[in-house]
């Protein structure tokens, strides 16, 4: 599985922003996918996860603020995010999880600015 991520960029405090992350090649029907992020310094951390069945969880730092959500026939995860704080700086990662393995992308990076 190869997946390609976007939507990184700057913004102001209290600004939105969409990551995407497309999967291509053998995805299993059953996976989570999910986005990591990394800020300078930190650890990478979860953010937002989603499942097949579409079943969610958040990292209580962004619940409220950002949705993960996905698009089965495009093989795609979204990352809404709103309300924006300067220390959700980080270089965000999508993950996919399945069929026994794991697949990172590769990071895009979200400033946010005040």
């Not at 939105?16 to 990394?38: E, K």
């Not at 990352?79 to 990172?104: F, H, N, P």
């Amino acid at each position: 599985v190869q997946l390609q991520a976007c939507g990184g960029g700057l913004v102001q405090v209290g600004g939105s922003l969409r990551l995407s992350c497309a999967a291509s090649g053998s995805i299993s029907s059953i996976n989570v996918m999910g986005w990591y992020r990394q800020a300078p310094g930190k650890q990478r951390e979860l953010v937002a996860i989603i499942g097949s069945s579409s079943t969610t969880d958040y990292a209580d730092s962004v619940k409220g603020r950002f949705t993960i959500s996905k698009d089965n026939d495009k093989n795609t995860v979204y990352l809404q995010m709103d309300s924006l704080k300067s220390e959700d700086t980080a270089v965000y990662y999508c993950k996919y999880i399945g069929g026994g393995r794991s697949t990172w992308g590769q990071g895009t990076l979200v400033t946010v600015s005040s």
